[in-house]
Each structure stands twice: as C-alpha cells, then as structure tokens.
C-alpha cells in the first residue's frame, strides 16, 4: 500500500466505499464555508487502495511524523449542526 500524501493540510482519508452519497455530502461540507466564513484546510484522499484501512496500518503509511488524520469507517450521517443546515 502507497504512503500518504505529503501534504500541509490535514488529510481525509476515505476507508469506506460503501456510501458515495455520504462521502459526497462530507466533501460539500468540506469545501463550504463556515456562516463566519472559515474554510477547512484539508486533503481529500479518495484512492480505493486504502479501503479497509485500520488506524494501526495507517501510521506506517504516515510520510511525517506529526500529521491529523479524519477517518471516515462506516455509512457517515452528517448532524445539522455540523453541516450548518437546521433540523
């Protein structure tokens, strides 16, 4: 299995092919502006070569020695409150 990107954002590394909708929905929130205007600095890793990938395996695959990983293992539901819409 392939290292990780090099990269100075944090990365999320999709693990979980299962719901494109849901991965989908994440990478709106993602890339869509906070109400106070922030945006996420992150790296998406969409390769399906880390399917199934445990946390374990994931630090031997960690080109840095300090880096933040998000995982996303199973079918993700947004809240409301995360993703800025109301309930």
């Known amino acids: ?6 990269t100075f954002e944090a990365l999320v590394v999709r693990t979980d092919f299962s719901a ?3 991965w989908e929905e994440l990478r709106e929130a993602l890339f869509s502006p906070s109400q106070d205007g ?3 600095n992150v790296a998406l890793v969409d390769d399906r070569r880390y399917e199934g990938l445990t946390p374990d395996r994931a630090l ?3 080109p840095r020695s300090i880096s933040i990983h ?3 293992w199973r079918t ?3 809240s409301p ?3 800025g819409r109301s309930s």
């Not at 299995?1 to 090099?6: D, R």
């Open 81 to 83: 409150r995360l993703n």
């Open 1 to 6: 299995m392939n290292q990780f990107p090099v």
């Open 38 to 40: 922030f945006l996420a």
């Open 60 to 62: 031997d695959l960690n």
């Open 20 to 22: 494109d909708g849901a």
């Open 70 to 72: 998000f995982w996303s």
């Open 76 to 78: 993700l539901q947004l």
